[in-house]
């Protein structure tokens, strides 16, 4: 079975850095037509000329996800360009840590409104013209494990993305009929620059966290987007509604397998 994304129109929100980037590149790269969009134009540019260096096609879209009319116009704009969308990767996203008893209203509805209110967005969007052009489609929504253990500090995040992984049941069910197709995956700690300064900037704090990974060791890019590249695939044509951890069993080790045997702390040699 070929793996169908080949001339595909398809979308990535928050496509200017990160996950988003490498989702785009992937896309294009595979021989997908791809468009991108978030709120800064440099980052996006930039996206689109490694995109065009990976042998595909990209364009940018400066655009924030919470705008609705921004959004559907966005879409629409797509569509003309690239042709009806057959894939969707919610990756735009926004946290910042801070205790509950501390976040301001205007802090929750920020975040909230960016991660669930723009994939609902997004996906009622492109979702009413993959059902109108007939051809169906894949959808996928970027979670994060915290979503079902909560974490400290992450109360609105972890609450909106716990939204998102509801959509994604709720769409997968409801949009299966039209061919379309909604998943999510949800990455684990994943080696990236932002990520790096941000949550493990110290040997200390590494070494600390590595311990609480059943794999011992930090994800890349390459781990995300090899899962999110099978799930926007026709390979996982018989799959939707689902939630693919990505975490190297990290989010394992919160609950009872934390007190299991100890694990041997060498990272295995690869095959």
């Known amino acids: 079975m070929e793996d169908g994304f080949e001339g595909r129109a398809a979308l990535v929100t928050g496509g200017g850095t990160g996950m988003g980037r490498a989702f785009a590149v992937a896309l294009a790269a595979a021989g997908a037509r791809v468009a991108v969009c978030g709120r800064r134009p440099e980052p996006l540019e930039e996206t689109v000329a490694l995109c065009a260096e990976a042998g595909g096609e990209a364009v940018a879209t400066p655009l924030d996800v919470r705008d609705a009319d921004g959004v559907e ?50 996906s009622r969007a492109v979702g009413r013209r993959m059902r109108d052009a007939g051809r169906g489609g894949a959808i996928l929504n970027v ?29 997968g069910v409801e949009w299966a009929p039209f061919g379309i197709r909604v998943n999510a995956i949800a990455p684990g700690p994943i080696e990236t620059p932002g990520a790096t300064a941000n949550l493990f900037p110290t040997e200390e704090i ?39 951890t990505v975490d190297g069993g990290s989010s394992l080790e919160q609950g009872m397998f934390r007190f299991s045997p100890p694990t041997p702390r060498e990272r295995p040699a690869s095959a």
Do not use: Q
Not at 215 to 233: C, I, K, P, Q, T
């Open 73 to 122: 116009a966005w879409v629409a704009d797509c569509d003309d360009r690239l042709g009806p969308p057959r894939i969707l990767v919610n990756n735009a996203a926004g946290n910042f840590i801070c205790p509950a008893m501390e976040l301001s209203p205007n802090g929750w509805r920020a975040v909230v409104d960016i991660v669930l209110n723009g994939t609902f967005l997004c």
């Open 143 to 171: 979670v994060a494990t915290y979503a079902w253990t909560g974490h400290p500090g992450t109360a609105h995040s972890a609450a909106a993305k716990a939204g998102v992984w509801n959509l994604t049941k709720t769409l």
């Open 206 to 244: 590494r070494a600390s966290m590595i311990e609480g990974i059943p794999a011992r060791r930090f994800g890349e890019l390459d781990d995300v987007v090899a899962a999110a590249m099978y799930l926007l695939s026709d390979r996982a044509s018989y799959v939707t509604g689902e939630c693919l």
